[in-house]
């Protein structure tokens, strides 16, 4: 049989979709579909129920599915060794958004390093972290969105408090206010965000307030630790995650706003193409991350 079909076929049944498996694999809709084809007359079996949406295996499609993808992943593993077996040096590529993978996870897998780990990181928001990784780009991601479909396979890896903070200046402008008035009075302040559409601050108001912001963005960083040095600086209010600011709280360059009941929570999900933690290098780092977050 062509191991070519068979890539194919594991590659449709993963992303659930011809024109999903097509852009992944870099061939054609018709190209897919007609490779799929092929392999059901080879083995006079359906393998997929077309639907509106995507495609569905059938009881034959999941039962290959499942004793061939193994053997195709292990076959990867092969060629990607082969590629680094004169360093001996196994590289892991992750890919995450830019605070989180700088200030945890990097930190967190460099004592692989010794063990033939290379890293290489990217950074991206949530959407371009998990394209990248369908596309076989990455080999490891971290992302605040949990990803659809069997194509890849996310596992919660940590929640992180959002605070609202400002820097003494504006704290003491407010006063006992704040409290009193709630977002009333907050939303006089002048906005930090990472986004035009005030992302983090709108995720808080919805939790604290049960409302949407009126507030405008004064500073746009596509960084937070660009977001919180405006802050620290006196630009305006900022939602931060807790692990971020959390020195800076303590040595008084920021103050925290609030101090609600049920402080608001992100979830980050490590994420990997379904199948591929079978790869040595990718398992190690996803447990070596799974068992930093304990203490994060």
Do not use: K, N
């Amino acid at each position: 049989m062509d191991l070519a079909l068979l890539r194919t076929f594991v590659t449709v049944h993963r992303a659930g979709s011809f024109t999903r498996a097509a852009a992944l694999l870099g061939l054609s809709q018709p190209a897919v579909t007609g490779q799929i084809r092929t392999l059901e007359r080879q083995l006079g079996r359906p393998l997929f129920l077309r639907q509106a949406r995507g495609v569905t295996p059938t009881t034959i499609g999941d039962e290959l599915a499942h004793r061939a993808a193994p053997h195709l992943d292990a076959l990867v593993e092969i060629t990607e060794s082969g590629l680094d077996e004169e360093s001996g040096v196994r590289t892991l590529h992750l890919a995450g958004p830019p605070e989180f993978t700088s200030l945890r996870a990097l930190p967190a897998l460099t004592p692989l390093i010794s063990q033939g780990l290379a890293l290489r990181a990217s950074f991206g928001t949530a959407e371009e972290t998990l394209e990248g990784l369908a596309a076989g780009h990455h080999d490891l991601a971290i992302t605040t969105a949990r990803p659809r479909g069997a194509l890849l396979t996310a596992t919660p890896l940590c929640d992180e408090e959002h605070v609202l903070v400002a820097s003494p200046r504006w704290a003491a402008r407010l006063g006992p206010g704040v409290l009193r008035g709630g977002h009333v009075v907050l939303e006089q302040l002048p906005v930090v965000e990472v986004h035009e559409s005030l992302p983090l601050v709108s995720r808080y108001w919805s939790a604290v307030f049960d409302s949407r912001p009126a507030a405008a963005g004064a500073v746009i960083a596509p960084d937070l630790r660009a977001v919180l040095e405006a802050a620290t600086s006196g630009a305006g209010l900022a939602v931060l995650p807790r692990y971020l600011c959390e020195e800076a709280l303590q040595h008084g360059r920021v103050v925290a706003l609030l101090d609600p009941p049920v402080p608001p929570l992100r979830t980050y999900f490590l994420v990997v193409r379904t199948g591929t933690l079978a790869l040595p290098h990718i398992a190690r780092a996803h447990e070596w991350l799974l068992r930093a977050a304990v203490e994060w």
